[in-house]
């Protein structure tokens, strides 16, 4: 019998961590002024991928921002600026305004597996121009994981089309401090 309660007292906290993580509102609080860039954030993964925001290269101040998931998540908060090349499920990418001339720095993090759950995040950093509109596309390749920055623009003949700026995988970057490392490495429960 207590075999039996331990059981459904695992599978019940496994129900409600999948309810909390499944919750996809957005807490991010776009500029009211000066100067913006419009900014398209993106996962390929059916599983949760978690978007937090950074101050600095520091890693100080975290928030996150939003969670994305290809597919149906419990209290959406789907956002679509207009941002051309729209091709994504409405929880898979959420377009906001974002303060531009100034370094912005995220770590994306996402996981997935059956019996071995594989967990990969990285921390890239990008000063947006003022006026511009971006993509920022977190990408899943057998527990290895990268995150493209592309510019979104049109081309001679008026197409859209999107020109690779950075690809980051991840491996943290030099220039960052011990203490986003400290925060890249840090376990969370989502």
Request: hydrophobic share 35%; charged share 25%; aromatic share 10%.
């Amino acid at each position: 019998m207590k075999m039996f309660s331990i059981k459904i007292h695992n599978i019940l906290l496994l129900l409600l961590t999948l309810t909390i993580t499944g919750c996809a509102s957005v807490t991010y609080e776009e500029p009211t002024s000066g100067p913006i860039a419009r900014v398209r954030f993106v996962t390929d993964m059916e599983m949760v991928t978690v978007v937090r925001g950074y101050k600095s290269k520091e890693c100080d101040d975290e928030h996150e921002m939003m969670r994305l998931r290809n597919g149906f998540v419990f209290n959406s908060d789907p956002r679509c600026l207009g941002i051309p090349l729209w091709d994504y499920h409405e929880n898979g990418a959420k377009e906001f305004y974002i303060r531009a001339g100034v370094p912005q720095v995220y770590m994306f993090e996402g996981a997935k597996g059956n019996r071995i759950i594989c967990k990969c995040g990285v921390v890239i950093q990008h000063t947006f121009e003022e006026g511009k509109d971006y993509e920022v596309s977190y990408k899943w390749n057998n527990c290895n994981c990268n995150v493209e920055v592309y510019e979104i623009r049109k081309n001679i003949v008026g197409n859209a089309e999107k020109i690779l700026l950075q690809n980051r995988d991840r491996n943290l970057p030099s220039d960052f401090s011990k203490t986003c490392l400290a925060k890249f490495k840090e376990v969370r429960l989502y």
